[in-house]
């Protein structure tokens, strides 16, 4: 009963759900695909993949309550968090971030799970022998992905998926100018709808604006990653183990905001640590226009 609230709830809620797929007669529900006769083999039955994802959503919600009593977020306006160091004050906003995802983590394998067992999970089969049902239509966030995502561009494809995809469809893009590459104001267009479209509270606004300079930061470190010649391998990997740390640093500080919500709380956090994610951001992106990345030329080499 639990699983069938869920599964209507996460349909309503994630405006990536598309219903032209339930009443389109050229692309048959995904619940009726499960039961029609395939040449792939037969029928897959969805109740492995639930129960993935029901131990995934256990585990994720063993790791919040053993994590959240140490990490609270009354910290951030605490005296005593204010007379922290700087590596502590930064360990511990990283701390509370990772703490807290594991609370999205959750639910998001709970209607996973909801959404599996109802079927419209099924997203096809692999292209393997013998193929295998893919469950990964509902799918909403990787964790690994996005706890070791090498580049803060790669955040919104593995975070809270189906949403990044309707603004990236609807937003993003209809921004875009035919025949024009999109820039910072489309990024933060789309970041600012997202903000409104989670609730008119400060922390809200203030990390999205914060996630479209960590992202337009994030790019610089990636175009400039790029323009290395590939014989240049440690230098390339200098590169991307920046911009790993980058991501990891930038997003656990700008999170707070998304945690407390309040003006005060947020703005006092950042402050602790001297608007470190927000003044580096700013000037890889300042810097990404004085140092524009130029693609690496390669001389062909002469046939002999």
């Known amino acids: 009963m639990l699983l069938v609230f869920l599964h209507a709830f996460s349909t309503l809620k994630i405006p990536g759900c598309n219903f032209g797929d339930l009443s389109s007669s050229s692309c048959p529900p995904p ?45 951030f306006i605490d005296p005593a968090y204010q007379e922290w160091g700087f590596w502590r004050k930064l360990s511990y906003q990283y701390m509370s971030g990772f703490t807290m995802r594991w609370k999205y983590y959750f639910i998001w394998s709970i ?25 990964d239509r509902a799918k909403v966030v990787d964790i690994l992905g996005f706890e070791l995502a090498k580049s803060s561009v790669l955040l919104p494809l ?37 903000a409104v479209w989670h609730g008119l509270y400060p922390g809200y606004i203030i990390f999205f604006v ?18 290395i010649p590939t014989n240049m391998a440690l230098v390339k990997k200098a590169f991307a183990v920046m911009n790993f740390a ?29 608007y470190i994610g927000t003044i580096i951001p700013i000037a890889l992106i300042i810097l990404g226009y004085i140092i524009p990345a130029k693609p690496a030329r390669f001389k062909a080499r002469k046939e002999q």
């Not at 959240?68 to 977020?73: F, G, I, Y």
């Not at 975070?159 to 104001?185: A, C, D, M």
């Not at 914060?210 to 323009?227: F, N, P, T």
């Open 246 to 274: 980058y991501t990891l640093l930038v997003l656990n500080y700008s999170c707070v905001g998304f945690m407390v919500l309040s003006k005060h709380e947020t703005l006092a956090s950042y402050g602790s640590v001297y």
């Open 31 to 75: 619940l009726l695909k499960i039961w029609a006769h395939s040449d792939k083999g037969p029928s897959p039955s969805p109740y492995v993949a639930t129960l993935r994802a029901l131990v995934q959503a256990a585990f994720c919600m063993a790791m919040f309550l053993y994590l959240s009593p140490s990490h609270p977020l009354s910290w």
């Open 111 to 135: 209607s996973e799970a909801a959404m599996i067992i109802s079927g419209l999970g099924f997203s096809g089969w692999t292209e393997s022998s013998p193929p295998k049902p893919k469950w």
């Open 210 to 227: 914060q996630s479209a300079l960590m992202i337009a930061g994030s790019r610089v470190i990636y175009q400039w990653e790029k323009a």
């Open 158 to 194: 593995v975070w809270n998926i189906q949403v990044s995809t309707w603004l990236r469809h609807y937003v993003y893009e209809r921004l875009v100018k035919k025949g024009k590459k999109p820039g910072f104001f489309q990024l933060l267009a789309t970041q600012t709808v997202s």
